[in-house]
């Protein structure tokens, strides 16, 4: 802030001495550019005592980023670099005057520089510089899709654009064709908000566009309805799928480069009563995805999960329902194991990741490449470790299991709730009992729960019969995320996974032979150390990590 101004007020209200102010300027940090910064990361002032001062003794206002929406042509009253370089965002104009956010509110030659931009009187009001800076790529992002929207409707008439022979696409699209920039500005916005999946959905009278974040769609913007053929064609443009074609679903790829990194993106079309919808995923190639440590493993789980891996041949399953994360887990153990030493041949219906080293069939079943079929030619292949993305039949479960049998290390996915579940599956679609206790060495369980935002985690208030019904111990503490402009207000970033590990025993292995009740095999497993997805959720929640909530409904339908 304007250093002499605000040691003035802070020393006027009696709130530090001039001594005070001395020594906190003498200490600061590198990181803090400001005397407001210094006194916050000191202990001497908080952030929202300033701002209680700054509004009792100067009248400046401060403003929650978080709740303000900014339309998009604020960005033509104020250039991006300057709001950078600035520390400032515009929020509204009101009876002529400017009113914006500023780290530094008495920062008078800042002031008067988007004055002399903007040709506009200017009102400050006191916003932190997180927010700002995250409020800044929200409004100049949005304004770049504004101004592609705008120019598609000029151009909704003209035909779409020719199929490009190039397959990996920058998404730096300046002076593009309008349909260009509008779906680069989605996908990377897309990507530096670590969505999953965008869908673009044409309705009646506008072309909706939600992104899947945190496992979660949320509704990002509305285009006129006049431009949706122009966006897909677009979009098949760049997974090179037939443009002319609208009455059959087609599916393609694309990559995408963004600040250097590349996103591989998996596209599906389908035709609708309103037009074409386009979903596209978004796979990062970023090998830190894959690591056991990014996916959630840790502690005892972590010990169990490299038990497994390095176990020598045999089986191990992953499961859970759809959207939770066992294709990545999956991965990651390929990674691992996928060494120049050893052949790794996957099947797999789609191929998400590329994994250099690693051999990767894609399954069609319309030509008869099915994932028995594949297996079978697999094995003629001289195989050391097998991935079958999807266990799905009794046939391609039985030709797995004797893989695994053989001297094999195989992997393989299966839809059940809980790791005891995958057993019963597995008796269900027709595998006799001895195989599954002779070739199974292991079965991973998870979910994927939300992250507490760590920009706005906070304690909540705990009752004890809340730990009591829970079984929690009577000091537990817990969290939540009150929401900010970081998490978009939900109060989660990012997903982490939730696991529970099966490794079998003699005991185990005995009862699975002889097909012996649910019951006693749960018993058996509980008494060799089992630990459950529910107590694994719980603990989670315990350690700050997700909420409560979350946790309890990553664990609601596991038995």
């Known amino acids: 802030m304007g250093k002499s101004m605000l040691e003035d007020v802070l020393v006027s209200c009696g709130e530090l001495t001039r001594e005070q102010l001395t020594s906190a300027a003498a200490r600061r940090s590198a990181d803090c550019r400001t005397l407001a910064e210094a006194l916050a990361e000191q202990g001497l002032l908080s952030k929202r005592r300033l701002a209680e001062i700054l509004e009792n003794e100067l009248g400046i206002e401060s403003v929650d980023l978080a709740s303000v929406r900014i339309a998009p042509s604020m960005a033509e009253l104020l250039p991006v670099e300057a709001a950078r370089r600035l520390r400032v965002v515009p929020i509204e104009t009101h009876r002529g005057e400017l009113i914006i956010a500023a780290a530094d509110p008495l920062d008078i030659d800042a002031l008067a520089e988007v004055r002399r931009i903007t040709g506009m009187q200017t009102t400050p009001r006191l916003a932190q510089a997180d927010d700002i800076g995250l409020a800044i790529s929200a409004l100049y992002g949005s304004a770049g899709t504004s101004r592609a929207l705008a120019d598609m409707q000029l151009q909704a008439s003209s035909a779409p654009a020719e199929a490009e022979p190039r397959r990996v696409f920058s998404l730096d699209a300046e002076g593009e064709a309008p349909a260009v920039r509008f779906v680069s500005s989605v996908i990377k916005r897309a990507v530096l908000q670590s969505a999953s999946d965008i869908h673009i959905e044409p309705h009646r009278n506008e072309l909706a566009v939600r992104m899947r974040i945190d496992g979660r769609l949320r509704d990002v913007l509305s285009a006129p309805e006049s431009v949706k053929r122009t966006v897909v064609s677009r979009i098949k443009v760049m997974a090179g799928m037939d443009i002319a074609e609208h009455r059959v679903p087609q599916d393609g790829r694309a990559s995408v480069s963004v600040g250097g990194e590349v996103t591989d993106l998996r596209i599906s079309v389908i035709p609708t009563i309103h037009g074409e919808k386009a979903v596209i995923r978004l796979l990062g190639r970023s090998s830190k995805l894959l690591e056991p440590e990014t996916i959630g493993l840790s502690g005892r789980e972590l010990e169990q999960y490299r038990a497994l891996l390095h176990g020598g041949s045999g089986m191990v399953l992953l499961c859970g329902p759809t959207g939770s994360g066992k294709t990545t887990t999956m991965y990651a153990m390929l990674r691992e194991l996928g060494t120049p030493e050893v052949n790794t041949v996957t099947l797999e219906d789609p191929v998400e990741y590329s994994l250099a080293g690693v051999n990767q069939v894609q399954i069609n079943e319309k030509t008869g490449m099915t994932f028995a079929a594949g297996l079978r030619a697999v094995l003629r292949q001289d195989p050391d470790i097998i991935a079958v993305g999807e266990i799905r039949d009794g046939e391609t479960a039985e030709i797995a299991m004797r893989a695994a049998l053989t001297g094999h290390t195989v992997l393989s996915t299966v839809h059940t709730r809980s790791a005891v579940d995958a057993i019963d599956r597995l008796l269900d679609i027709g595998v006799e009992p001895y195989i599954i206790a002779s070739a199974l060495r292991g079965v991973i369980s998870q979910r994927l729960v939300r992250r507490i935002c760590p920009a706005c985690r906070e304690m909540r208030p705990t009752l004890p019969e809340e730990l009591a019904a829970l079984r929690l111990p009577p000091e537990t503490q817990l969290w939540r995320g009150r929401g900010c402009p970081r998490c978009g207000g939900t109060g989660y970033a990012g ?65």
């Open 495 to 559: 997903r982490i996974g939730c696991f529970e590990i099966l490794t079998l025993t003699e005991e185990t292995r005995r009862l699975i032979a002889r097909a012996a009740p649910r019951a006693e095999l749960l018993a058996a497993v509980r008494a060799a150390g089992f630990t459950p997805m529910r107590k694994s959720a719980l603990r989670l929640a315990a350690s700050g990590v997700t909420t409560i909530e979350e946790a309890m409904r990553a664990a609601a339908d596991v038995v």
